[in-house]
């Protein structure tokens, strides 16, 4: 089954950065689409950014461009999320997800923390 192990979070002070991981297996990685999703305590998901199987486009939500930088390293099966200038708004439960086969996966995701 797909596994997706997101890594990175923490706590940092406002106007900070931070860098979360997502390693893949069991699944072709290079050859999927992959996302970076985010949810805010008491909110649903928010989907932040998304970036083609070769790297080559990427796409982001108006609330994160232009901070945020999404990814991916295939030979080591790696996502990527670069956050700059973080905001308090920013803090959430943030995860990766694929779609394989018409079936949609998530990791466990990896908690940030926006807070002076």
């Known amino acids: 089954e797909v596994q997706l192990v997101e890594s990175g979070g923490g706590l940092v002070q406002p106007e900070g950065s931070l860098r979360l991981s997502c390693v893949g297996s069991?699944?072709?990685?290079?050859?999927?689409?992959l996302s970076w999703l985010r949810q805010a305590p008491g909110k649903g998901p928010e989907w932040i950014s998304s970036?083609?199987?070769?790297?080559?486009?990427?796409w982001y939500s108006d609330s994160v461009r232009g901070r945020f930088t999404i990814s991916r390293d295939n030979d080591k099966n790696t996502l990527y999320l670069q956050m700059n200038n973080l905001k308090p708004e920013d803090t959430g439960l943030y995860y990766c997800?694929?779609?394989?086969?018409?079936?949609?996966?998530g990791g466990r995701g990896t908690q940030v923390t926006v807070a002076s």
């Open positions: 997800a694929t779609d394989v086969n018409g079936l949609g996966y």
């Open positions: 069991k699944f072709n990685f290079g050859d999927y689409d």
């Open positions: 970036i083609l199987s070769s790297g080559e486009n990427t």
